[in-house]
C-alpha cells in the first residue's frame, strides 16, 4: 500500500521474511500491525521524523505483531 497525508508525509510498506515472534491480542501480546501503525501515522504526524518516532514508540509500548503467510511474516516501510 501507498498513503500520503495532508502534509506531505507519505508511507509505502514491502512485504518481507522476518521472525517477529509475536502473536496479535486476543491470543498474544501484540497490539499493532504496519497497516494500523501507518493510520495512525498519517493521522497525528505532519513530517516523516515525527511518524518513524510515533511508529516506532507505539510497536515498543504495544507489541508489534506480523502476518503469518506465505509471502513473509514482517513488513518494511518507506516513510
Given at each position: ?19 517477529t515472534g509475536a502473536l496479535a491480542r486476543p491470543r498474544g501480546k501484540a497490539l499493532w ?47
Open positions: 500500500f501507498g498513503l500520503l497525508n495532508e502534509h506531505g508525509v507519505g508511507i509505502a510498506e514491502s512485504t518481507c521474511t522476518a521472525r500491525y504496519t497497516d494500523e501503525l501507518s493510520r495512525v501515522a498519517m493521522e497525528r504526524t505532519t513530517s516523516a521524523r515525527a511518524a518513524v518516532e510515533l511508529m516506532g514508540a507505539l510497536a515498543v509500548e504495544g507489541g508489534f505483531y506480523g502476518e503469518d503467510n506465505f509471502e513473509g511474516t514482517a513488513e518494511s516501510l518507506i516513510v
